[in-house]
Structure formats: structure tokens, C-alpha cells
T-cell receptor
């Protein structure tokens, strides 16, 4: 089956610890994205990557880091510098980053809770 | 900048009722417009899209028309079912970036 997988579905961490969220896609998409969703709010873009070995900050990149060493993988690290990390994190991909009508396909999400 | 404003919820309807969720946008350039749906505990799924003015997107009985003159993309369904209970997001895309509305929670009662 083609799609986007995120693991784990639920993640608990102690305050001050870094944590890495996994995102893998087998759709052969060039572009990948990370969003954060908070209750009652829309999604906010954290980072995006249009090609391997390249990525750009989104609207709320502070306290987060990413890498794009492989086309199919785009892990997100939530660092201890992120002041309010508890949220639902969604990964997405699209065929390319520039095509206006190209839809973004979303993974099932990871719910991170910092205790 | 680009932004999306959608009708605040929650919206509660009876089965077979008519659903409208209003969405208006502000954008530079020529955006594509989308409606996404999110079921509890899941990621977002594309419901429909429109890429230019006067286009109508449709899927699963839902429709929305890209109105450039009113900068709107309202979502409609003529007869909702319990299975339509979800959160609906309006979004616009210019270049790489999707900008989302805050979401509207819809609950359909049997």
C-alpha cells in the first residue's frame, strides 16, 4: 500500500528531553512537510523540504530540527528549546513543492505529550 | 500574507439536514483552494479542491465553488449522514505552502 506512516502514534516524554518523530512515505514524492496542530486551531507549518538534502523553516520552526537524507524519510526532532511541545504532529508529502494544485497527503499523526 | 477564515463551530445537525460551512480567504497571487476532513484521532484527508476561479470541486456529495469575486470557497452538502461527523478544514495553497483555517467541528445526530 502506498502512503505515509508516522510512528509512534502516541509518545510521552519528560520535560527537557529531545524526541524524534518518524515520518516515512513510499509515494515517491519530492516534497515533505511537518505541521503542528493544537486544539481548536488549524495546522501550522514547522518545516518543509522540497528535495533531498534541502529544507526550509516554516512559520513556527523555533525549537524544532529536521533532516532529509533520504527521499522517503523526513524525521522531526522536538528539542528541549521548544517551550510548549505537547501537540498533535502531522507529516505530509506532495509530488513536488511548487505545483499549485498538487495536494498534500497526510500521515495519521503522532500525539506528543510532555510530562 | 495569506490567510483563511472559516465558520466557527461546533455545528450540530440532524441526519439528512443541509450543511454549509463558510470559508473566505486572503491571498497574494493565484491560490488553489482545498477542503480537508479530519476524523477523530486521524490525519487529514483531502475532500475536494479547485485550482482556478469558477471551478467546482466535488466528492462524496460535498461541493464547493471557487469564487474569486467574493474570495470564498464555501462547503455544502445537501443531506448529511452520521458518518460525516468530523472536523473540516478550508485551506489555500500558493507555491509550496498550505495555509489552513481553524477548522469547523461538525456533529451529525441520527
Amino acid at each position: 500500500d502506498g502512503g505515509i506512516t508516522q510512528s509512534p502514534k502516541y509518545l510521552f516524554r519528560k520535560e527537557g528531553q529531545n524526541v524524534t518523530l518518524s515520518c516515512e512515505q513510499n509515494l515517491n514524492h519530492d516534497a515533505m512537510y511537518w505541521y503542528r496542530q493544537d486544539p481548536g486551531q488549524g495546522l501550522r507549518l514547522i518545516y518543509y523540504s522540497q528535495i533531498v538534502n534541502d529544507f526550509q523553516k516554516g512559520d513556527i520552526a523555533e525549537g524544532y530540527s529536521v533532516s532529509r537524507e533520504k527521499k522517503e524519510s523526513f524525521p522531526l526532532t522536538v528539542t528541549s528549546a521548544q517551550k510548549n511541545p505537547t501537540a498533535f504532529y502531522l507529516c505530509a508529502s506532495s509530488i513536488d513543492g511548487a505545483g499549485a494544485g498538487n495536494e498534500q497527503f497526510f500521515g495519521p499523526g503522532t500525539r506528543l505529550t510532555v510530562l | 500574507g495569506n490567510s483563511v477564515t472559516q465558520m466557527e463551530g461546533p455545528v450540530t445537525l440532524s441526519e439528512e439536514a443541509f450543511l454549509t460551512i463558510n470559508c473566505t480567504y486572503t491571498a497574494t497571487g493565484y491560490p488553489s483552494l482545498f477542503w480537508y476532513v479530519q476524523y477523530p484521532g486521524e490525519g487529514l484527508q483531502l475532500l475536494l479542491k479547485a485550482t482556478k476561479a469558477d471551478d467546482k470541486g466535488s466528492n462524496k456529495g460535498f461541493e464547493a465553488t471557487y469564487r474569486k469575486e467574493t474570495t470564498s470557497f464555501h462547503l455544502e452538502k445537501g443531506s448529511v449522514q452520521v458518518s460525516d461527523s468530523a472536523v473540516y478544514f478550508c485551506a489555500l495553497r500558493v507555491d509550496y505552502k498550505l495555509s489552513f483555517g481553524a477548522g469547523t467541528t461538525v456533529t451529525v445526530r441520527a
